[in-house]
């Protein structure tokens, strides 16, 4: 998909397609009203005729419009003026782009990046509609055997902005956009990938596939006889039920200065939950294939960082792991002592993922890190709070939660940060060792962080916890979200000053 900023009069445009927008009741934009003069009129006689009231994503494909020089035009609801928001944008782009796609325009010139969007720039509005766009387009069809692809589909976009002075604020979003939908689409191939060819080292092979081709990225692969070294027991414990090898993949890349301090991203990398022991539900059960979802975010937003070659430091860990139940399999009542030191009572198996996270996190100390955000699909409690909408957030240092927040908001990718209070922690006490892996049914995804956080003291730490925000359940839309690829990603654009304009 090829995309491009112009700023130029409609009526000029030689085009397959001109989109334009509608506002409600019936009501054409400056655009659509330029466009309008120049057919006589043609346009707003079929408003008044009633083909359209411009509600948000109603769309009327109109042919040879008189006088236009384009093929087609094609008009988008956008609801009532100066209340179109971030949330109907976006909805409005997708509706442009699979009609687009439907229609057998191979290319338009799209005015909607020039709608006023409530508290929102035009770097914004043009970087969401590329994402938005190559996430229309996204589809998974690697393993049928029988492809249907469109048979003209949409190939190249201009978006039109309102002056020449932004059209480098335009390609800057462009450049932004194209490498975050990059690191969304890589995110939502390996979550979407099925257990039986997404294991651990798979995680390893598709972190060695970005370290191949940037001379700036490095993998180690360290597999369980190194964890053993280390003394990650409660890592090693989670896998031990399952015939395929636990794998820590961790992708190193130097953007910035050889002594500046890394930002660590942690991923849960769980290739299938079965519970182990604690065996869950057979029904729904395949979807545990996305509790690798936190090493996919990670990947992605590696990915991301990579193809923007942003100039900081920053270190990505793939915490790939399966849990299986099997003979060798760790049981409830075990006592684990993890590579901190600290020991943990397994009072249930299927909270796995906690016992895999606290060993990595005490790994990355090794690396004196400026910040750790860990990212994983870590507790159903967290799907019960906040749904599918928002990432739990919750961290042990309130500027870097501000921060996460702040790129939340800027990206569309949204978060909600729940407390980490010390009273949560008496509810992880054991009578046999430091604490258990589970503090009962009340507040499990605040107790689920607690626990983490007793690995975390040495460092400014964050967990995201994506439970209802890594993959969409059920239906044709089934699949990998690509979240919190977008949030990530602008934390670290953030990070490294880099403004709308692409310069620190």
Same mark, same amino acid.
């Given at each position: 998909?090829?995309?491009?900023?112009?700023? /130029?009069?409609?009526?000029?445009?030689?085009?397959?397609?001109?989109?334009?927008?509608?506002?409600?009741?019936?009501?054409?934009?400056?655009?659509?009203?330029? &466009?309008?003069?120049?057919? +006589?009129?043609?346009?707003?006689?079929?408003?008044?005729?009633?083909?359209?009231?411009?509600?948000?994503?109603?769309?009327?494909?109109?042919?040879?419009?008189?006088?236009?020089?384009?093929?087609?035009?094609?008009?988008?609801?956008?609801?009532?003026?100066?209340?179109?928001?971030?949330?109907?944008?976006?909805?409005?782009?997708?509706?442009?782009?699979?009609? &687009?796609?439907?229609?057998? #325009?191979?290319?338009?010139?799209?005015?909607?990046?020039?709608?006023?969007?409530?508290?929102?720039?035009?770097?914004?509005?043009?970087?969401?509609?590329?994402?938005?766009?190559?996430?229309?387009?996204? !589809?998974?069809?690697?393993?049928?055997?029988?492809?249907?692809?469109?048979?003209?589909?949409?190939?190249?976009?201009?978006?039109?902005?309102?002056?020449?002075?932004?059209?480098?604020?335009?390609?800057?979003?462009?450049?932004?956009?194209?490498?975050?939908?990059?690191?969304?689409?890589?995110?939502?191939?390996?979550?979407?990938?099925?257990?039986?060819?997404?294991?651990?080292?798979?995680? /390893?092979?598709?972190?060695?596939?970005?370290?191949?081709?940037? @001379?700036?990225? !490095?993998?180690?692969?360290?597999?369980?006889?190194?964890?053993?070294?280390?003394?990650?027991?409660?890592?090693?414990?989670?896998?031990?039920?399952?015939?395929?090898?636990?794998?820590?993949?961790?992708?190193?890349?130097?953007?910035?200065?050889? +002594?500046?301090?890394?930002?660590?991203?942690?991923?849960?990398?769980? !290739?299938?939950?079965?519970?182990?022991?604690?065996?869950?539900?057979?029904?729904?059960?395949?979807?545990?294939?996305?509790?690798?979802?936190?090493?996919?975010?990670?990947?992605? !937003?590696?990915?991301?960082?990579?193809?923007?070659?942003?100039?900081?430091?920053?270190?990505?860990?793939?915490?790939?792991?399966?849990?299986?139940?099997?003979?060798?399999?760790?049981?409830?009542?075990?006592? &684990?002592?993890?590579? #901190?030191?600290?020991?943990?009572?397994?009072?249930?198996?299927?909270?796995?993922?906690?016992?895999? &996270?606290? @060993? %990595?996190?005490?790994?990355?100390?090794?690396?004196?890190?400026?910040?750790?955000? $860990?990212?994983?699909?870590?507790?159903?409690?967290?799907?019960? %709070?906040?749904?599918?909408?928002?990432?739990?957030?919750?961290?042990?240092?309130?500027?870097?939660?501000?921060?996460?927040?702040?790129?939340?908001?800027?990206?569309?990718?949204?978060?909600?940060?729940?407390?980490?209070?010390? $009273?949560?922690?008496?509810?992880?006490?054991?009578?046999?060792? @430091?604490?258990?892996?589970?503090?009962?049914?009340?507040?499990?995804?605040?107790?689920?962080?607690?626990?983490?956080?007793?690995?975390?003291?040495?460092?400014?730490?964050?967990?995201? +916890?994506?439970?209802?925000?890594?993959?969409?359940?059920?239906?044709?839309?089934?699949?990998?979200?690509?979240?919190?690829?977008?949030?990530?990603?602008?934390?670290?654009?953030?990070?490294?000053?880099?403004?709308?304009?692409?310069?620190?």
């Amino acid at each position: 998909m090829e995309f491009s900023v112009k700023s /130029g009069s409609p009526e000029k445009q030689r085009s397959a397609c001109i989109v334009v927008g509608v506002y409600e009741p019936r009501r054409l934009s400056p655009i659509g009203e330029q &466009l309008d003069k120049i057919s +006589d009129g043609y346009i707003s006689n079929l408003l008044r005729r009633g083909d359209l009231e411009g509600k948000p994503g109603q769309v009327l494909l109109l042919h040879h419009v008189p006088n236009v020089l384009s093929e087609r035009v094609l008009l988008v609801g956008c609801g009532k003026e100066r209340e179109l928001d971030d949330k109907q944008y976006k909805q409005i782009i997708s509706k442009t782009i699979n009609t &687009l796609n439907e229609t057998g #325009s191979m290319e338009a010139v799209c005015f909607l990046t020039e709608q006023h969007v409530k508290s929102r720039d035009t770097y914004w509005k043009v970087r969401q509609a590329v994402e938005t766009t190559q996430d229309c387009l996204y !589809t998974f069809n690697q393993l049928k055997s029988k492809k249907s692809d469109p048979r003209r589909p949409l190939r190249k976009i201009v978006f039109n902005v309102p002056t020449r002075r932004e059209l480098t604020i335009g390609e800057s979003a462009i450049e932004h956009g194209l490498a975050i939908a990059a690191g969304s689409k890589l995110c939502k191939d390996v979550a979407n990938m099925p257990p039986n060819i997404c294991n651990p080292a798979y995680l /390893g092979e598709q972190a060695q596939e970005i370290a191949d081709n940037f @001379d700036n990225v !490095t993998v180690d692969i360290i597999g369980e006889e190194k964890m053993a070294e280390l003394g990650m027991n409660s890592y090693l414990a989670v896998g031990r039920g399952s015939a395929n090898e636990s794998v820590m993949s961790v992708i190193n890349y130097q953007g910035g200065d050889k +002594d500046q301090a890394p930002i660590v991203l942690v991923g849960k990398g769980l !290739t299938f939950d079965s519970g182990g022991i604690s065996i869950k539900p057979g029904e729904a059960m395949d979807e545990m294939k996305y509790d690798m979802g936190g090493a996919a975010g990670v990947i992605g !937003t590696m990915r991301a960082l990579v193809q923007m070659q942003l100039p900081i430091n920053v270190v990505g860990v793939l915490a790939g792991c399966e849990n299986m139940p099997g003979s060798n399999a760790y049981r409830p009542g075990d006592i &684990l002592t993890t590579m #901190s030191g600290q020991t943990v009572e397994v009072l249930n198996t299927d909270a796995e993922g906690r016992l895999v &996270l606290c @060993d %990595a996190l005490t790994y990355v100390e090794r690396f004196e890190p400026d910040t750790v955000v $860990d990212v994983a699909t870590l507790t159903g409690a967290c799907i019960i %709070a906040l749904g599918s909408h928002a990432t739990g957030l919750l961290s042990n240092h309130n500027p870097l939660a501000h921060d996460l927040l702040k790129a939340s908001e800027q990206s569309g990718d949204r978060a909600w940060q729940l407390p980490l209070w010390d $009273d949560y922690q008496e509810q992880l006490e054991s009578p046999f060792a @430091d604490f258990t892996n589970l503090g009962g049914r009340a507040a499990g995804t605040i107790t689920a962080a607690c626990f983490l956080s007793k690995f975390t003291k040495k460092y400014n730490w964050a967990h995201l +916890d994506i439970a209802g925000t890594a993959w969409r359940s059920g239906g044709k839309n089934k699949g990998a979200t690509g979240r919190p690829v977008p949030m990530l990603t602008q934390y670290l654009l953030n990070r490294a000053g880099v403004s709308e304009a692409g310069h620190d």
